[in-house]
């Protein structure tokens, strides 16, 4: 997510987010500029979404990644979003690359082309969006639950299990609240830690219920700002009882 300012007069002149594969070749842009007037552009490959840019020259751009599916988003203020057409399919993004030396996965930036930009910030992984409990970084006794809602991720391990999302950036007003998206099929209580599992915070403990079936679990949060790594740890003795799809801090 950024937040950019760019007077474009001319189809050369574009600015936002940049994303490309290792061998460069394969390019994903979420960018204000000019096209027969100002406008908002999300394209990959041969997809192209463009809207009207009614916010002017300075506007917030997001894009949100679950799996291979890309969504881009604008808005005026950082907090009312507008899609930006349809979402994408970017595994081509992802794929191996025939040149085992070359960068592996998904290089994201900022770019500007045809004037200079103002940006006033660059957000990796954005708290206050949905984010996809299999985009987790790092785990422990753990699988990934696939149905008709889409995936999920539940707990093999009677002792419990955890997964962590690096890097959740939350900024300099602390959420109200943490929303987690949940289907249980035991009672129990799972919790939130910030930094460490050990060393850390622990920030919410959340009890959940067998009779809800999927719903969103709430915690109310205070004096939680800055950038953390999330951990979400399952209760012992609770294997396959709980499946976690999303997590949301909420303004």
């Given at each position: ?116 930009a103002d940006f ?120 396959r009882g709980l ?9």
């Amino acid at each position: 997510m950024t937040e950019v300012d760019l007077n474009a007069t001319t189809a050369t002149s574009e600015a936002g987010i940049y994303l490309t594969d290792g061998s460069e070749k394969v390019v994903a842009k979420l960018f204000t500029g000019y096209e027969q007037g100002k406008k908002i552009t999300f394209e990959l490959d041969t997809a192209r979404r463009s809207i009207p840019n009614s916010f002017g020259n300075r506007v917030w751009l997001k894009l949100e990644r679950n799996q291979h599916l890309l969504r881009a988003w604008c808005s005026g203020d950082g907090k009312a979003w507008t899609p930006v057409g349809m979402p994408v399919d970017a595994a081509g993004l992802d794929k191996t690359q025939p040149n085992y030396n070359s960068w592996v996965g998904t290089s994201v930036g900022l770019f500007a082309e045809g004037q200079p930009a103002d940006f006033n910030c660059f957000i990796c992984k954005d708290g206050t969006s949905a984010m996809p409990a299999v985009g987790y970084s790092n785990y422990y006794g753990i699988m990934t639950v696939n149905d008709a809602s889409g995936k999920s991720v539940a707990n093999t391990s009677d002792y419990g299990g955890w997964f962590m999302l690096s890097g959740v950036e939350l900024g300099n007003r602390s959420p109200s609240a943490v929303s987690v998206l949940a289907n249980a099929k035991v009672n129990g209580q799972f919790e939130i830690w910030v930094d460490d599992l050990q060393r850390g915070k622990l920030i919410a403990k959340i009890p959940f219920n067998r009779k809800f079936g999927w719903r969103y679990y709430r915690c109310g949060l205070k004096w939680l700002t800055g950038q953390h790594d999330v951990f979400v740890k399952f209760p012992a003795k609770a294997a396959r009882g709980l499946v976690i799809k999303s997590i949301q801090f909420l303004n």
